[in-house]
């Protein structure tokens, strides 16, 4: 059964800089597309960036340029590397394949102040 555990949200001001942890437990790791969501209060869930298996990577617009996912096959984890943030990152951010395909952790709250 897989898990996904995130961490490392916070409560940043805008420009600041936080960066998200995503911990996998089960099998299956290495050979998926893996990506970060969010969802901010009163809004769909929304896919914010992906890496494949051999790392080639996608982002939504808002955050090009900004946002860096990457992952380390070896730990398990997906990271989000989050800078210039701005208020409208605000939302619970949850990590999983992409597209989807296991239950949702828990998420971890990133909270941009203006």
């Known amino acids: 059964q897989v898990q996904l555990v995130e961490s490392g949200g916070g409560l940043v001001q805008a420009g600041g800089s936080l960066r998200l942890s995503c911990v996998f437990s089960?099998?299956?790791?290495?050979?998926?597309?893996m990506g970060w969501y969010r969802q901010a209060p009163g809004k769909q869930r929304e896919f914010v960036a992906g890496?494949?298996?051999?790392?080639?990577?996608n982002y939504l617009d808002s955050v090009r340029g900004r946002f860096t996912i990457s992952r380390d096959n070896a730990k398990n984890t997906v990271n989000l590397q989050m800078n210039s943030l701005k208020p409208e990152d605000t939302a619970v951010y949850y990590c999983?394949?992409?597209?989807?395909?296991?239950?949702w952790g828990q998420g971890t709250q990133v909270t941009v102040s203006s």
């Open positions: 999983n394949a992409a597209p989807m395909m296991w239950a």
């Open positions: 890496v494949t298996a051999s790392g080639i990577r």
């Open positions: 089960g099998s299956g790791f290495s050979s998926r597309t």
